[in-house]
């Protein structure tokens, strides 16, 4: 509740993924996450997260009340985050902040933390309808005996050493998880895809959206997110579906346009060396 009422004061609210938002702190999309909180005279002024997808990067992202910046609260927590990854694993340490956050990046440039990449925030602003599905394809819930071909295609996605171990203890996650669905697309009873969507009261994220690559610009993306998304709408109440996507990633950003997404936000990841 009361990062709640920080992210207020800040007037920043990131959905999803976990960026500053505390309808999420409970729910770490199975990322390793540490939370860092900065309080003075008994009211939280600064709020940090460091969450890890895979064993070998970090992303930190963080917020400070307005009336009590530079004031080096940030500087301090971010520190602290640094020492909490120094005995780990972590070789990369990324920093997220919002492409219209000036103030953020001036500070990252005193850091001298270096720009890597951006990755936009898109919404679904049409509504879609299921549309002709491709001969002999279809969409199903995925169940454990899934499990080997969903590692599988993970296996091949994620270039960490660890990428087969992680991908089996995400996908065990999310299968004990109620707020996470995922869906296989199948070409004759073969999987060739999978698409997860996680759920938060009225929102939908799409996340893991992936189609082994030799069956890839042949229509079967498209089918699994439109048939992904239709089906999760008629089993719960969903009004707001967001999910990410790399700036530079030209297909899926045509994909998804075509699809009705739009571009709501964008946001800058930058490398602390």
């Known amino acids: ?152 295609m993970d296996a091949q996605s994620l270039s960490f050493p660890q990428g087969v171990s992680f991908s089996f203890s995400n996908i065990r996650s999310n299968s004990d998880n109620n707020s996470h669905s995922c869906y296989i697309a199948e070409l004759w009873k073969q999987v060739i895809g999978k698409i997860i969507i996680i759920k938060q009261g009225d929102r939908a994220f799409i996340s893991d959206f992936n189609i082994l690559p030799e069956y890839r610009g042949r229509g079967f993306g498209r089918a699994l997110l439109i048939g992904a998304i239709v089906r999760i709408r008629n089993e719960e109440q969903i009004n707001c579906v967001l999910l990410e996507v790399a700036a530079e990633n030209q297909p899926a950003l045509y994909l998804y346009e075509t699809c009705g997404f739009r571009v709501v936000t964008t946001y800058n990841y930058y490398e602390l060396v």
Not at 19 to 32: C, G, I, K, T
Not at 75 to 80: R, V
Not at 124 to 152: C, H, M, W
């Open 1 to 152: 509740m009361e990062v709640k009422y920080l992210e207020k004061d800040c007037g920043e609210k990131r959905l999803l993924n976990l960026q500053p938002s505390s309808d999420w702190l409970d729910q770490s999309l199975n990322r390793q996450v540490h939370n860092f909180l900065y309080y003075k005279s008994n009211l939280l002024v600064g709020y940090l997260i460091s969450s890890s997808f895979s064993p070998d990067e970090v992303e930190i992202t963080g917020m400070v009340n307005p009336h009590y910046r530079r004031r080096g609260i940030f500087n301090l927590m971010l520190n602290e985050a640094i020492r909490k990854n120094d005995n780990s694993s972590i070789q990369r340490l990324l920093v997220v902040c919002k492409k219209e956050h000036y103030a953020a990046q001036s500070l990252l440039k005193k850091l001298k933390a270096v720009y890597v990449f951006s990755e936009y925030q898109m919404k679904l602003e049409e509504n879609i309808q299921l549309e002709v599905l491709p001969s002999g394809f279809t969409i199903r819930k995925a169940k454990s005996k899934d499990f080997p071909q969903l590692i599988y």
